[in-house]
């Protein structure tokens, strides 16, 4: 005789193994995956902080996603622990080693005073827009939410800035301030892509930030059109999650480095320069700083400006991105990101260095204490008055 | 021994327009004089009273020979020295 629907849950419950609540109040945190299988409104209610949603009806295809070690220990619930039970027996199937389910689900969670928290609503919109990420584990609902809860502020809507303006705004990052102070020119049009014909003559940062639009209009813009001085910097850097360097002069790129290292904001820093790229991530007191790897400029006449020397159309974009991927990784947490390495990149000949970057013990800006570093002091290097006479 | 050196853009005018320049030398210090010897103009923009300028980073294997021993880093056979100038375009 077939069992009925009641029956065949007690059945898949005397097989698993069941968990009060107040066990799974003390592990949460232990390195314990707590996984909510109920469907997205449901969890839209209200969910356990920290665990990650897995629908029932896709366990099979994402658990691994969210769960990727079978020996891990892992705890389900639902809203009253009969799916959660269902869900248990699967996972077991599916040879995970440690699987057990919450006994009276988010209900009794909540009934019984624990902590729960209301997660972030995406809209309709939102959910077909970055439909792509959520189906990548390393991104998902969590990354997405950081990306559009993220402050990104690009420095140059220039060659490197026009792309990472582009991508970022495509990703969904929330707020993307642009500092620039200059006005497109048709010899920008070569490798600025976030402007265009039409737009000559019109402040960069307006026209970045209706390519911007166009592309995302969910996007807040912050244009500062100035150029970024130790008058401003600090007021103007304040509050962002990452800072995206594609600056064209080497004292913005010295007091950007040590007001950075001061606040505490990591940099994503690309350069450029005819058909070879660098880029690295300077993330203050986890990495060395822009300082470690050049403690000074060079003299004006050994530093060739894009203008003078000529740059590969191209070359912006292919640097660009790979600063905007360091962005996102940074934002959502995921992989490895360039901090203390350093990337070549030599187009003409295809390659790809990676070279390593110390961290300086007697470096003047990231050694020392970063309430210490005055004002006065911010974006001062040997030689800077001479440096910046002679560059002229 | 030979050893490769690679010149970013910068000083490529200097070294007859190569990216890179095969040189004999078995130590960093070696290596750079050969290829000084060969062009010249590039002593001075890398050198300043006979050590590396500040400005200029060398590394070799993917390390940074100021991290090694300077100038009497072993580079072997076959090996690739890079110099790495700051660049401020964007």
Redesign the interface.
């Known amino acids: 005789m077939t069992p009925s629907g009641a029956e065949f849950i007690r059945q898949i419950k005397s097989q698993i193994t069941e968990v009060d609540p107040s066990e799974v109040a003390e592990v949460i945190g232990n390195g314990v995956a707590i996984i909510d299988v109920r469907e997205t409104d449901e969890v839209a209610q209200g969910k356990i902080p920290g665990a990650k949603h897995v629908s029932r009806a896709y366990l099979e295809q994402r658990i691994e996603g969210a769960a990727p070690d079978r020996s891990q220990r892992v705890i389900l619930y639902c809203a009253a622990g009969n799916r959660s039970a269902l869900a248990a027996k699967t996972l077991e199937d599916l040879g995970y080693e440690d699987v057990s389910s919450m006994t009276g689900g988010f209900t009794l969670w909540k009934d019984r005073g624990y902590e729960w928290e209301k997660p972030f609503q995406f809209t309709p919109d939102q959910r077909e827009r970055y439909s792509r990420h959520f189906l990548l584990p390393e991104v998902g609902e969590e990354g997405q939410r950081k990306l559009l809860q993220s402050k990104v502020l690009l420095l140059?809507a220039?060659?490197?800035?026009s792309p990472i303006a582009l991508y970022l705004a495509a990703a969904g990052v929330g707020t993307l301030g642009i500092v620039d102070d200059d006005v497109v020119d048709v010899s920008n049009l070569q490798r600025q892509v976030a402007h265009a014909t039409d737009r000559v003559g019109v402040a960069k940062v307006e026209s970045a930030m209706q390519a911007i639009h166009d592309i995302n209009p969910g996007v807040e813009v912050k244009p500062y059109q100035t150029r970024l001085d130790a008058s401003n910097i600090m007021e103007i850097i304040s509050g962002y999650d990452v800072i995206v360097?594609?600056?064209?002069?080497?004292p913005t790129?010295y007091l950007l480095n040590d007001a950075t290292v001061r606040l505490d904001i990591p940099v994503v820093s690309?350069?450029?320069?005819?058909?070879?790229g660098?880029l690295s991530v300077f993330k203050p007191h986890d990495g060395p700083c822009y300082r470690c790897?050049?403690?000074?400029?060079?003299?004006a006449e050994?530093?060739?400006?894009?203008g003078a020397?000529g740059?590969l159309g191209v070359l912006?974009g292919t640097m660009g991105l790979l600063q905007a991927t360091e962005v996102i990784k940074l934002v959502i947490g995921a992989g490895e990101p360039l901090i203390g390495r350093?990337l070549?990149y030599?187009a003409?000949?295809a390659t790809f260095?990676?070279?390593?970057?110390?961290r300086d013990p007697e470096c003047p800006v990231c050694s020392v204490d970063p309430s210490t570093i005055a004002d006065e002091d911010m974006g001062v290097f040997p030689d800077y008055e001479a440096f910046c006479a002679a560059a002229g | 021994m030979s050893v490769t050196v690679?010149l970013?853009?910068?000083l490529r005018d200097a070294a007859a327009g190569n990216?890179a320049v095969s040189v004999e030398g078995t130590t960093v210090g070696e290596a750079l004089e050969a290829l000084f010897a060969e062009h010249g103009e590039l002593r001075e923009?890398l050198f300043q009273d006979g050590e590396l300028?500040?400005?200029?980073?060398v590394?070799v294997a993917?390390?940074?020979v100021r991290?090694l021993d300077g100038l009497e880093t072993a580079v072997p056979a076959g090996g690739e020295l890079?110099i790495?100038?700051?660049?401020?375009?964007?």
């Open positions: 140059g220039g060659g490197l800035g360097d594609g600056v064209d002069n080497f790129r690309a350069s450029i320069l005819g058909f070879d660098q790897l050049y403690p000074v400029p060079p003299p050994l530093a060739p400006s894009c020397n740059v912006p350093l070549l030599e003409l000949g260095t990676e070279l390593k970057v110390r | 690679k970013p853009t910068q990216a923009r300028r500040r400005f200029v980073n590394f993917g390390e940074d991290y890079t790495l100038p700051a660049v401020a375009g964007g």
